[in-house]
T-cell receptor, first 114, second 116 residues
């Protein structure tokens, strides 16, 4: 069965410091991987995706993510965090082995302190 | 681009009434639309998937007679919660995807439903 794990419920980081939000997955077949961000009382906003090609993917708002096939990970990163980055982040995976149904992780709450 | 509009954003109604939520893709044609339910501090729970002109596919445990989904066009899907009760109170989010599997899903801003 397909699954996505976000091992941290919450990540705290100081403004200006680099941030990492972790994601690991388990699928059959080649994965399509996505990161979304959710602000309070809003829907999810698409940040970036990995389909194929370069393992380092750049997305919106200065975020990037690195696909690591051997570790089945797709961690979200940003070199310098902003207070406005504080939100709920979801990792998602889609693969043929799961009928191409998108599976979302449980979410990681990011707090960036000024 | 890729804007999804969801209305209403907030609904408060009495137990027993039916509530309709609309989801529109404003600048793209959505071959597939999804309806999710999100509980506080939890992830998204997929309720159903619909393709334009076809019957929706409901996830296990979701009552199709309770949650009626219509996807009449490539830009509009509706979710009707019939005879709503307090336990149906939740945050409902629609999502739409253009094209095939490489495309990300785009989300509406959600509807907070409160049944008194």
């Amino acid at each position: 069965a397909q699954s996505v794990a976000q091992p941290e419920d919450q990540v705290n980081v100081a403004e200006g410091n680099p941030l990492t939000v972790k994601c690991t997955y388990s699928v059959s077949g080649n994965p399509y991987l996505f990161w979304y961000v959710q602000y309070p009382n809003r829907g999810l906003q698409f940040l970036l995706k990995y389909i194929t090609g370069d393992n380092l993917v750049k997305g919106s708002y200065g975020f990037e993510a690195e696909f690591n096939k051997s570790q089945t990970s797709f961690h979200l990163k940003k070199p310098s965090a902003l207070v406005s980055d504080s939100a709920l982040y979801f990792c998602a995976v889609r693969a043929g082995g799961g009928g191409f149904k998108t599976i979302f992780g449980a979410g990681t709450r990011l707090f960036v302190k000024a | 681009g890729a804007v999804v509009s969801q209305h209403p954003s907030w609904v408060i109604c009495k137990s027993g009434t039916s509530v309709k939520i609309e989801c529109r893709s404003l600048d793209f044609q959505a071959t597939t639309m999804f309806w999710y339910r999100q509980f506080p501090k939890q992830s998204l729970m997929l309720m159903a998937t619909s393709n334009e002109g076809s019957k929706a596919t409901y996830e296990q445990g979701v009552e199709k007679d309770k949650f009626l989904i219509n996807h009449a066009s490539l830009t509009l899907s509706t979710l009707t919660v019939t005879s709503a009760h307090p336990e149906d109170s939740s945050f409902y989010i629609c999502s739409a995807r253009a094209g095939f599997m490489e495309e990300p899903q785009h989300f509406g801003d959600g509807t907070r439903l409160s049944i008194l």
